[in-house]
Structures are given as structure tokens and as C-alpha cells.
């Protein structure tokens, strides 16, 4: 049958009806629609759970609708009538599991049992967790070196559980912590950590509130954020200046009809959440900053040379920073040239954004992968902080830097110690309170995990959460040296193509969903806590009875491993489990900043941990905020490969209808695509110049010269309203193209967001 034609109309503006229809069509697919309201309602909420979708924030005073579309998905996704029972596993054996796309698997249901792989027969088959614990535990202590380990974490992970998790790995005796986080906004962590002396974002949600000028740069909250929406229209309507800087027009960064407003639904209305928008090349972000931060001096030369107020913040210059004048020399000697060919936005349009810039008093700057994801990622952070100072826009209200991360509790899990460089701090609290050595030296990120996993140095792999084979680079590289592993575990909520890459000794062990209650053996309900972009830490207490009787919880899965594998000499990992309020005791004993955690988290809304920069105190090696030093780069992938029209450069990103590597759907209503994921986005003029047409199915190659052939078969081509020489798609369909050597200077980040690829007409 003649595939339907993928491409259709996209909606006019983010939200609206196409969202309540969205919402709809998940509570349906869940089986479960009427209870699904009734979960929804809990969402966000103080004595509700917390959405595991992004980490956009709450509001203090939030209404009792405090979720997205995105959220229903993740939620409903979660809290699906689906089953992916021993029957399920009976029935289907893993090499035919492996021929299953993403969705189909995880559109299966919640998994039930924990499950054993029997080689035999190919089949994953049902076990006890005793026995599971106590196989995980002698294939671990059989390694000959803790190190030969990797234990991943998604950022889903409750701050209990991922605390725990580091607890037992250090007293196992390793910092081999490859994170979710080192795909996404690592960049934001190494770059503020620089130059602000933290590792997190300064501002508040209600700075939003106040900011005269909010940045939003190479970030799409219509799909990763999406109640971000309301507080961009909400900014543009009370007559700030929204400025974006995407290479892309994504439809919730234009106008959002806000299915909370029924008025405006009735009217078919909508409001504009920017107000200035540019589009530059991929990588161009550094230069566009350097560009106005060079038009800043200017304007303060001009501005001294007439005897004006002065445009520059002398007084938080001079008391809070350090390297002010190398920055200054180092922005006023790169050329108009270099900023214009790098950043594909003219001295005029950089100029508008200055001029925006200089006239406001209160600025906000939020980015996320589009900025996080290229090789001088960190360069460009660090610059975008600097632009910042020059006008003391950080630690005070309406203004600061916000990296907007992806998943719910990815900032939590660093916070609490997932970090494969131990931190000193904790290290020597951890030693002070359990009484034993912790490892020190630096273990693996995800990167140094692929590279160990490939040589054959790593010989086991649990993941706590996630789908670590789909969401790294060189996914078939990957998928191979994980099962010539001896051990793979994988806690999780539902199967996916990471659980079928079986070592010789394979589990999948299911845990308890964020909407389902953690009963504890007095059968009372357990809290946990996350930590959201704003470094707000609030709690988070199941609605629903688990998906089944056997499912665990994190902490439960990870303490049964850890006693099975260390005892409870150390620690009292049975008692843990019974009580997260013991697991916080401890987390605040060791980390001050979580002092009286229990009866903070118990507060609505639960407590903000302090963010030393935003009360402009700085933990920098010079004890100052640090002007950036770095050179802009010589060029750019886009720069470098302008002169051949045959190469271009992707960027990989996710479709609306999918969370990370969770596909909820086959739509993208935004982008106009349905029920299709096998696309690239294309400029019209740049497919015409290769003989090809929108529609036509084409082989994607990779470029990157080692030898090893990357090409992703068979993807149809979608004119869009892109710049020339770049292109898009899928992740993890096309994380293939993606080579694991190409990353981030020091952030180790994938280069997700400048992949050299060409294309061929598909000969399927
Ligand atoms: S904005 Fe993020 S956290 Fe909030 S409901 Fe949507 S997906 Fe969930």
C-alpha cells in the first residue's frame, strides 16, 4: 500500500487545538483516558508528582493545569494500560525484538518482571530479584578491576536514587559515571563552572517576570520546554524584547495559543512569544555574541566620548570580575569579517540585537542543545557569560544565565554526585561519614565509556534508566561492543533497543514510574525529590498503583544490587531503601546544602539549593566572574566545508512527538511531517543544486575520514526553510552519522549539531 505523503500542514502557532487534540489522542493511546485526566491534574503539583519530562520549572503560585502537551505524553506514556509481560518476551525473541523500531518497542507497554537473557533460546526470561541481584553481584565482583564497569544514569533519576547509585559505585570502587548530561548541557556545566564559579543556571522563574530583554538561543521550547511558551508571551505581551538566535524557525519560538486560555481557543487566537527573530548558521552562536559584545564597547566609547552615562556596569566590572581588559582586547581586535561569515547574521542584525541589549536594564540569556552540542560549545557559553557581565546582567532579579535542561532531573543527579570527576568536597564528607576511601581519580564520561566499551576495557554496563545505545554516537558501534560485554543491566520503565544488545549475562529489571507509589514495608507512600533548571529541589509522590506487583523502585533496584554485591557492612542498604527520609539525612549530612532537607522538601513547592553566583559570590579560581579569553574559531564545520555544495552540515534534533530517545509518536505537526521519521530538512535551492526533489528517498553518508563507513539508508527528502549547506533530522535514527571521535573541546559533548554528511539518490 502506497505510503500516505508524510508532509502535510503545519499548525499556525505552538499549543491551541493541535495540542488538546495531541493530548487527547495519548490519553486514548493509553487505554486509561478518564483516569488519565485525574493524573494530569496531579502533575506539577505540591501534593502531586513531578512531570518526568523537561526541567522547566514551577511557578510559585502555579494553576492546577501545571503541564504541557509533552507532559501528558510522558506521563501517559508512563501510566499506560500496556504490558511488556514474561508473555510478551515468550512470544517474541530478542533478535526479532532488535528489528523493531523505537516506538513499537516502548508502544508495547510498561515491563512487568524483572528478566534474565537465556542465550539458549534467545528469549529474555522471567527471574526472582533475589536471584537477579545475586548473579548482578558475582559477575561485578568478578571483574578484575572496579573500573572495568560503566554505570550510566538517565537524568529520570530521582536525586534518592542517584544518589544512592553513587554511593554503592564508589564503594564498589570506581567514578566510571557516563551521564545523560554529557549529551546535553555538560558545555553549560564546565562553561559557568569557568566563568561564574557554578555549574547551573542564576535565575529564577520569576525573573522572566521582570527581564526587559530575554535571549533565547539554539534552544525549541514549543517541543523540549513547552511551558516555557507562556513566559516568552507572557514577557512579549507586558512588552519586553524576546530575541532568538535559531538556525530554524520552530513554530512555538513565533506565536502560541495557549489551550488554558478559552477565550482565545474559542477565537482560534494565539500570541507572539518573540519579537525579534534570526537564523544563523550552525556554530554561529560565539561569533554573534562577540559581535555584540564588540558593539557594546562601541557604544560606551561613544557614549564616554559625549559625556553620557556610561553603557558599561563599571561598578560590578571592577568589584566582581577578572581578565575584563584581555576580553575587551581580544573582542575589539576580531573582525566584522570573521563575525559576519561565521555567525551568517550581518553587522545590522547583530547591531538590532546590541542596540535591544544596551537600552535594557534587566537581561536574561537561556540556550540549550543548539548551543551545547558543537565543538566549542564551551567557548561559546563562556562568551555569552562574559556578554553578560558587561552590563552586570547576573544575580539580581530580571536578570541572569538559564541553560534549560532536557531532562527532569539531570541537574539532581549531578548535584548529588553522579560526576565521573569526584568531587573533593563530597569525597572527603562521603570518607568522613561511611569511614571508608573513596576513589578519586577520574573515572569515565560517556565518551571515555564508548572508547572503553570498543576497546574491550569495559566488560559491564548498568543503566540506570535511558537507552544509552541509541542516545550515543556511532549507534551500530556501539550496539556491537555491547554485547561482547559479560554483563548488561538495564533498570527501566519499558523496553527499548539498548535492552536487547545482550552481554553474555543480561538483565532488564523494572522499576516503578514517577506517577506510580513507592510503598515502603509500614505501607506508607514514599517521597522522592528533583531538581529543576532553576536549582529548585522539590518532592514528588506517586498517584498510581505500579503497572505490577513485582516492579521496585529505583532505590530498591539499586540497594538490592548494592547489598548483593557489597554487603551492608558500610551502609544499611535495606534501611535505605525502607525510608528515603534516611537516604535525605545522609545526602544532607554530606552535602550541606541540602541541610534539613526532609522538612524542607515538605513545603510546597519545596526549596531552592543556593546558587552562589546568583548572589554574585564566586567560586572561581580567581574568586572573580571570569571574562572569557578564548579566540573565536578559525571557522566552523559550515565555514569549512562552503566552498563544496555537495557537503552539508546536520544537525541531529528531536521530532514533537518525542522525549530524548522516546518516541511517543510518528508526527511533528510543528515541522509539518506525520507518521514519518526517516526524513531529512533541506533548503529548496540547495536540493535543487544536487538534481533532487522533495520527496525523493536518499542515502545520508558521513564524511568523517576513518575508515569506517556511516551512512543512514533511505530518508526522504523535506523542503524547509533552513540556511544553505544545512540540514536536519531524527535523533537516534541518525546518531549513525555521528562519529564518537568528534565532541566537545572539554565538555566531551557529541557534535551532534555539525555533522558532515553527503547525500546519494537511495538505491532502495
Ligand atoms: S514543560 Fe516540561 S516539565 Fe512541564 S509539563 Fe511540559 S514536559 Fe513536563
Redesign the pocket.
Known amino acids: 500500500m502506497a505510503k500516505k505523503n508524510p508532509i502535510g500542514k503545519s499548525s499556525k502557532a505552538a499549543g491551541g487545538w493541535g495540542a488538546l487534540k495531541s493530548v487527547g489522542n495519548q490519553l486514548l493511546g493509553s487505554g486509561k483516558p478518564v483516569s488519565g485526566v485525574r493524573i494530569m491534574l496531579k502533575?506539577?503539583q505540591p501534593d502531586g508528582f513531578d512531570?518526568p519530562?523537561?526541567a522547566?520549572g514551577d511557578p510559585e503560585h502555579g494553576s492546577s493545569f501545571e503541564?504541557?502537551e509533552?507532559?501528558v505524553k510522558?506521563v501517559s506514556w508512563e501510566a499506560t494500560k500496556g504490558r511488556t509481560s514474561p508473555g510478551f518476551f515468550a512470544k517474541y525473541s530478542v533478535s526479532e525484538l532488535r528489528t523493531w523500531s523505537d516506538y513499537e518497542l516502548e508502544n508495547q507497554g510498561r515491563l512487568t518482571n524483572p528478566m534474565r537473557y537465556n542465550a539458549q533460546t534467545d528469549h529474555y526470561e522471567p527471574v526472582s530479584w533475589g536471584s537477579a541481584f545475586a548473579e548482578i553481584a558475582k559477575e561485578l565482583n568478578s571483574l578484575e578491576s572496579p573500573n572495568q564497569a560503566e554505570f550510566y544514569t538517565s537524568g529520570r533519576a530521582s536525586n534518592e536514587a542517584a544518589f544512592l547509585y553513587q554511593t554503592f559505585v564508589r564503594l564498589y570502587g570506581t567514578n566510571n559515571f557516563p551521564d545523560c548530561s554529557n549529551m546535553c548541557h555538560e558545555a553549560s556545566g564546565v562553561a559557568l563552572t569557568e566563568s561564574i564559579g557554578i555549574g547551573k543556571g542564576t535565575v529564577l522563574l520569576e525573573d522572566f517576570e521582570k527581564a526587559d530583554v530575554i535571549f533565547v538561543v539554539g534552544q525549541n521550547p514549543g517541543t523540549n520546554?513547552?511551558?516555557m511558551l507562556a513566559d516568552l508571551r507572557k514577557a512579549t505581551e507586558r512588552g519586553a524584547r524576546v530575541i532568538v538566535f535559531n538556525t530554524l524557525k520552530e513554530k512555538g519560538l513565533h506565536r502560541f495559543s495557549d489551550p488554558q486560555k478559552k477565550l482565545e481557543m474559542i477565537r482560534g487566537g494565539s500570541g507572539s512569544t518573540s519579537t525579534d527573530y534570526y537564523r544563523p548558521l550552525l556554530g554561529g552562536d560565539m561569533a554573534i555574541f562577540r559581535g555584540m559584545a564588540k558593539l557594546v564597547f562601541a557604544a560606551e566609547d561613544a557614549a564616554q566620548a559625549a559625556g553620557k552615562e556610561p553603557v558599561l556596569d563599571h561598578d560590578f566590572i571592577r568589584d566582581h570580575c577578572s581578565d575584563f581588559e584581555a576580553y575587551k582586547k581580544l573582542v575589539q581586535e576580531t573582525s566584522w569579517e570573521h563575525i559576519e561569515n561565521q555567525s551568517g547574521l550581518t553587522r545590522e542584525q547583530i547591531g538590532e540585537a546590541a542596540d535591544l541589549y544596551i537600552s535594557a536594564d534587566k537581561v536574561i540569556t537561556a540556550w540549550a542543545m543548539g548551543v551545547t552540542q558543537h565543538k566549542h560549545s564551551v567557548q561559546t557559553i563562556r562568551e555569552i557569560s562574559s556578554f553578560m557581565f558587561l552590563k552586570g546582567n547576573i544575580g539580581r532579579p530580571g536578570a541572569g544565565l538559564c541553560p534549560v535542561r532536557g531532562h527532569?532531573n539531570v541537574q539532581g543527579d549531578r548535584t548529588v554526585g553522579i560526576n565521573e570527576k569526584a568531587p573533593a568536597a563530597l569525597m572527603d564528607a562521603m570518607e568522613r561519614e561511611l569511614g571508608v576511601p573513596m576513589p578519586r581519580e577520574r573515572g569515565h564520561n560517556v565518551i571515555d565509556a564508548i572508547g572503553a566499551m570498543m576497546s574491550g576495557q569495559a566488560k559491564a554496563f548498568i543503566g540506570l534508566g535511558g537507552n544509552f545505545a541509541r542516545a550515543t554516537p556511532d549507534s551500530p558501534l556501539i550496539a556491537d561492543a555491547m554485547c561482547k560485554l559479560n554483563l548488561t543491566v538495564n533498570i527501566a520503565t519499558k523496553l527499548n533497543h539498548g535492552h536487547l544488545l545482550t552481554g553474555k549475562v543480561s538483565y532488564i529489571l523494572p522499576c516503578l514510574g514517577r506517577t506510580e507509589i513507592d510503598y515502603n514495608s509500614k505501607g506508607e507512600s514514599q517521597l522522592v525529590t528533583v531538581e529543576d533548571s532553576m536549582s529548585m529541589v522539590h518532592g514528588s509522590g506517586g498517584i498510581n498503583k505500579p503497572a505490577s506487583e513485582v516492579l521496585k523502585s529505583e532505590v530498591k533496584i539499586i540497594s538490592g544490587i548494592a547489598n548483593a554485591t557489597l554487603g551492608n557492612g558500610v551502609v544499611d542498604w535495606h534501611a535505605m531503601a525502607e525510608d528515603n527520609d534516611k537516604i535525605r539525612d545522609l545526602i544532607a549530612r554530606v552535602l550541606p546544602m541540602f541541610g534539613d532537607y526532609n522538612a524542607q522538601i515538605r513545603k510546597p513547592r519545596g526549596f531552592r539549593l543556593r546558587n552562589s553566583a546568583a548572589e554574585r559570590e564566586w567560586n572561581t579560581p580567581s574568586g572573580k566572574a571570569t571574562f572569557s579569553t578564548d579566540d573565536l574559531p578559525e571557522q566552523t564545520e559550515w565555514q569549512r566545508n562552503q566552498k563544496d555544495d555537495q557537503t552539508f552540515i546536520l544537525q541531529t534534533f528531536r521530532s514533537h512527538d518525542q522525549y530524548n530517545t522516546t518516541v511517543y509518536g510518528l508526527d511533528d505537526r510543528y515541522r509539518g511531517v506525520y507518521g514519518e521519521r526517516e526524513v531529512v530538512f533541506i533548503n529548496p535551492e540547495d536540493m535543487k543544486k544536487l538534481g533532487f526533489k522533495a520527496g525523493d528517498r536518499v542515502d545520508i553518508i558521513g564524511c568523517y575520514d576513518d575508515g569506517i563507513e556511516r551512512i543512514a539508508h533511505n530518508f526522504m527528502l523535506v523542503s524547509y526553510d533552513i540556511p544553505y549547506g544545512c540540514v536536519a533530522g531524527y535523533y537516534p535514527e541518525l546518531n549513525i552519522l555521528v562519529p564518537h571521535q568528534t565532541f566537545g573541546d572539554k565538555s566531551f559533548t557529541p557534535a551532534s549539531k555539525s555533522v558532515e554528511v553527503r547525500f546519494r539518490l537511495s538505491s532502495k
Open positions: 502533575a506539577n512531570c519530562g523537561c522547566w503541564f504541557c509533552n507532559g510522558a520546554h513547552p511551558r527532569s
